[in-house]
């Protein structure tokens, strides 16, 4: 069964980014549940930031589940990433998600990485960037399965990252590369930049889509700009998709009735 959740971000340096909730876990919990949610997306400044005996006891007061764990804190608080030229920085991003592949996976959920995969500049070409992010993901991934839950990877679309930007590709580099236990995240907004279309994207992907930020065209609710969104619900459809479809968009015209649109347009081709 195909789940709903809507993100919440606790990192003050993603300020205006597309995160519905901004002003803490307890608060997002209780609108996410009373909208009807079936979970939280939680970005964190780090692992060591989340209370997780809190978040445990917010989550069976609300009857949520934990939807995936973002990792972006440790590129937008510290600048690291996975493809830098400086290998002590590669490893400060390495052990910064693996921080947050502990978290979720005792909260059951995969962590993601998006911008903490970096790009080719300067003297790292991008042959030798995606041999390190190849690496990584391998070592993350095997981490990430002692916990019996994948690693979530995100292609970004071309203004953010020069690695990979199509999901297909993105797919057939995991192949390619014999990388275990890593799903991609389909974000339709990137995907919207990047694909001829949607639906055939995620049937081509298959068994490759792990999670799916849904997104509407100009990063807003789903209904508030032109994704065509019963072709994509149809396509996860077909191919047996049973994660989540989550919020993380721009919280306008305001958290609420971002939340309360995006929970409308789910329940409007998945009804209970």
Not at 2 to 26: E, N
Not at 206 to 217: K, N, T
Request: proline content about 4%; some cysteine.
């Amino acid at each position: 069964m195909i789940k709903s959740a809507i993100t919440v971000s606790l990192v003050a340096q993603a300020k205006g980014g597309p995160f519905v909730y901004w002003d803490g876990l307890a608060p997002a919990a209780a609108s996410a549940a009373k909208l009807g949610f079936d979970a939280i997306e939680v970005f964190a400044p780090s692992a060591a930031s989340i209370d997780r005996p809190a978040l445990h006891a917010l989550l069976k007061q609300h009857d949520l589940a934990a939807a995936a764990f973002g990792t972006g804190g440790g590129w937008l608080v510290h600048k690291w990433h996975l493809t830098h030229a400086d290998p002590a920085i590669r490893q400060q991003a390495r052990e910064f998600i693996r921080a947050i592949i502990d978290v979720g996976g005792e909260f059951k959920a995969p962590a993601i990485i998006g911008s903490m995969q970096g790009k080719a500049e300067g003297d790292v070409s991008r042959e030798q960037a995606l041999t390190w992010l190849a690496d990584a993901l391998t070592d993350l991934g095997a981490h990430a399965a002692r916990y019996g839950v994948p690693l979530l990877y995100e292609p970004l679309n071309r203004y953010e990252t020069n690695l990979l930007n199509r999901q297909l590709d993105a797919a057939q580099f995991l192949e390619a590369r014999q990388i275990a236990n890593v799903k991609l995240l389909c974000d339709l907004f990137h995907m919207n930049i990047e694909e001829v279309s949607n639906a055939a994207t995620l049937r081509a992907c298959g068994r490759h889509v792990g999670h799916v930020h849904f997104a509407d065209s100009n990063r807003q609710a789903i209904g508030f700009g032109h994704t065509d969104a019963a072709s994509v619900i149809a396509a996860l459809k077909d191919i047996g998709f049973a994660g989540y479809l989550s919020g993380e968009i721009l919280p306008l015209p305001d958290s609420e009735a971002a939340a309360a649109q995006t929970i409308k347009a789910i329940r409007t081709h998945l009804p209970r």
